[in-house]
């Protein structure tokens, strides 16, 4: 059973920074994307950032980019997002993701089919 345990979420103010971690099990992930998304009160899920399986591959959704880095260790099945410059308007639930299909880096939920239960990112103004 795959599993995509996140840590790192928290309370932080404006112009903080947080990093969030997403711990794989179950499965490899070396030839597969990873990513993030976000989802606030009372909207959408929406797509933070996705790394593809060598790096070189990485896409940000344009709220973020320039503040949040991707990173990942492939022989340690693990994502983090680095989140500098926060703002109060990045609260939200924070998903890590994984893609069952090789050699693509998505940025639309249905293309990801591992999801973590979330954790929560507090930015205080």
């Known amino acids: 059973q795959v599993q995509l345990v996140e840590s790192g979420g928290g309370l932080v103010q404006a112009g903080g920074s947080l990093t969030l971690s997403c711990a794989a099990a179950?499965?490899?992930?070396?030839?597969?994307?990873m990513g993030w998304f976000r989802q606030a009160p009372g909207k959408e899920r929406e797509f933070v950032a996705a790394r593809g399986w060598s790096g070189s591959v990485q896409r940000y959704a344009p709220s973020v980019k320039g503040r949040f880095t991707i990173s990942r260790d492939n022989a340690k099945n693990t994502v983090w997002l680095q989140m500098n410059s926060l703002k109060p308007e990045d609260t939200a639930v924070y998903y890590c993701a994984a893609d069952r299909e090789s050699f693509r880096v998505g940025v639309r939920s249905p293309e990801y089919d591992y999801w973590g239960q979330g954790t929560q990112v507090t930015v205080s103004s």
């Open positions: 179950g499965r490899t992930f070396s030839n597969n994307a």
